[in-house]
């Protein structure tokens, strides 16, 4: 079961790995090809009726698939208004072979004819809102014909996501989905088969950019929209700390904070005036620090534990009773992973070990990355935290879903860019909860930028 959403990351990822959209919209006519030869014999009358966008593209492929038929191609609008290149170009190779094409420009000039089967190509996953004209005609003329109708990916209309219609919407006895079964298709009155477009496996184990999708950033945004970031570390150590703050800032939060003992307070401040760092007593987290941490943590979006804490027996303590009290998202790092096996809480964990941790945790490992995924997946489910454990290929998994992340290189071993990453995750956690994406400026940036903003330079 694939959402729509997922449906174009996959498609992204898929591109990045050298399969590009047109070649999936060649197999995805190819399907459709197919799926008119099961239900209907050479020689039957086919009218093709697609729309402007994608969906009608995968039928106008499909068009060239089928020689043996009588095939009539209707386009809904102007050929001029096709809204994507590779739709374009299926449809000049149409016009260019001969095949028998008409465009429908307005809705009176709409007549399906009484053909032997229909190939509903008109919308897919791209519908918004009630079928406007000439497509609401269209699908008038589809439903009252006695034709057989197939529908391409999901029956114009129709929600791929969730099944529901704005209005009207075709009524087909046939849908051949892409790649894999929508959630909206179940509960609908007509027969779903699944057609395999040749997108890779890869594109959707290992993360690529249509991963990124998700982190598009809303223009309209304000200060604070952009998640709260909290980081609570620092003691024995304080770069840790502060360049996880840093890093959240640089991930797309708007405000990193750093709670941490004031013995240390100033010099982690001092790494950079972007942060606002909070100090508590002493010189290591204790129990006693609790109950503070957890009033300020409550106004956050997200909490960082564990960059630059130590394991000291009063931190470990500290970091329990945090845990077992705190009901909004932590990412875990470092020596702080060592308590999320015992520790019993309402809150989401995000858990950022090495292989060395996950061991410390009680988690298996292999040098095996597939293998390694596995078990990943089952110590997730086991722990009910999500885990990402970073290695050459780090392995990212909630106890269901696996991704799998395979870039980077081998100078990424060097100190500190684990506080990195539990940073950054801790940002993008905290902006999944506002749901909006910031776009990693911080103040210090225009600093430097005024001088040329003030020269009236170009950006
Ligand atoms: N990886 C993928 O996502 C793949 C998608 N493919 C196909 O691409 C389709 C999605 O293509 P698109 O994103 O171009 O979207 P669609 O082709 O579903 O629809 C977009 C077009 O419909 C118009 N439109 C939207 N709502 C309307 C309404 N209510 N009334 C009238 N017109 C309306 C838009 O203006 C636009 O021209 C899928 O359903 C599938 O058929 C396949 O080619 C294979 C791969
Ligand atoms: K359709």
């Given at each position: 079961m694939i959402t729509s959403r997922r449906m174009a990351a996959v498609d992204l990822n898929a591109e990045a790995l050298g399969v590009p959209r047109k070649q999936l919209m060649e197999s995805s006519g190819n399907a459709v090809a197919r799926a008119c030869r099961d239900l209907a014999d050479p020689g039957a009358s086919v009218a093709v009726v697609a729309g402007r966008g994608n969906n009608g593209g995968d039928a106008l492929a499909a068009a060239r698939f089928l020689k043996a038929y009588d095939v009539t191609v209707h386009l809904l609008g102007r050929p001029e208004t096709i809204s994507t290149d590779i739709a374009r170009e299926n449809w000049d190779a149409l016009v260019a072979g001969e095949a028998d094409h008409r465009t429908v420009t307005?809705?009176?000039?709409?007549d399906l004819g009484d053909p032997d089967l229909v190939v509903d190509a008109m919308l897919g996953t791209g519908v918004t809102g009630a079928l406007r004209e000439p497509e609401a005609t269209a699908a008038r003329a589809i439903n009252d014909s006695s034709a057989t109708v197939l529908a391409v990916d999901v029956p114009s209309g129709v929600d791929a996501d969730t099944g529901d219609a704005a209005g009207l919407a075709v009524d087909a006895d046939r849908v051949v989905t892409f790649h894999d079964d929508k959630p909206g298709l179940g509960d609908l009155d007509c027969e779903v088969v699944v057609a395999d477009i040749g997108i890779p496996e890869a594109a959707e184990l290992f993360t690529g950019p249509g991963d990124l999708l998700a982190l598009d950033r809303d223009a309209q945004s304000h200060k604070g929209d952009h998640g709260d970031v909290l980081v609570v570390g620092g003691?024995?150590?304080?770069g840790a700390p502060a360049l996880a703050a840093q890093s959240a800032l640089r991930a797309g939060a708007d405000l990193a904070r750093v709670a941490c003992p004031e013995a240390v307070a100033r010099e982690v401040q001092g790494y950079s005036e972007n942060l606002i760092v909070r100090g508590f007593s002493g010189d290591r987290l204790a129990p006693e620090h609790v109950p503070d941490l957890l009033d300020f943590a409550a106004d956050r979006d997200a909490v960082v534990f564990g960059p630059g804490l130590g394991d000291a027996d009063e931190s470990l303590a500290a970091v329990r009773e945090f845990l077992a009290a705190y009901d909004g998202t932590a990412v875990v790092d470092a020596d702080a992973l060592q308590v999320v096996p015992d520790v019993d809480t309402e809150a989401t964990l995000i858990c950022t070990p090495h292989q060395g941790e996950l061991r410390k945790m009680g988690g298996e490992t292999d040098s095996d990355w597939e293998v390694r995924s596995d078990l990943v997946r089952e110590f997730a489910a086991d722990l009910g935290h999500t885990l990402l454990v970073k290695g050459a290929y780090d392995v990212v998994s909630d106890g269901d879903a696996v991704r799998v992340n395979r870039t980077g290189n081998p100078g990424m071993t060097v100190g500190g860019t684990g506080d990195v990453l539990a940073g950054a995750t801790g940002a993008l956690a905290a902006l999944l909860a506002a749901e909006a994406f910031g776009?990693?400026?911080?103040?210090t940036d225009l600093l430097e930028r005024l001088p040329a903003a003030l020269r009236g330079d170009e950006a």
């Open positions: 307005d809705s009176a000039g709409f003691g024995p150590y304080t776009g990693g400026l911080v103040a």
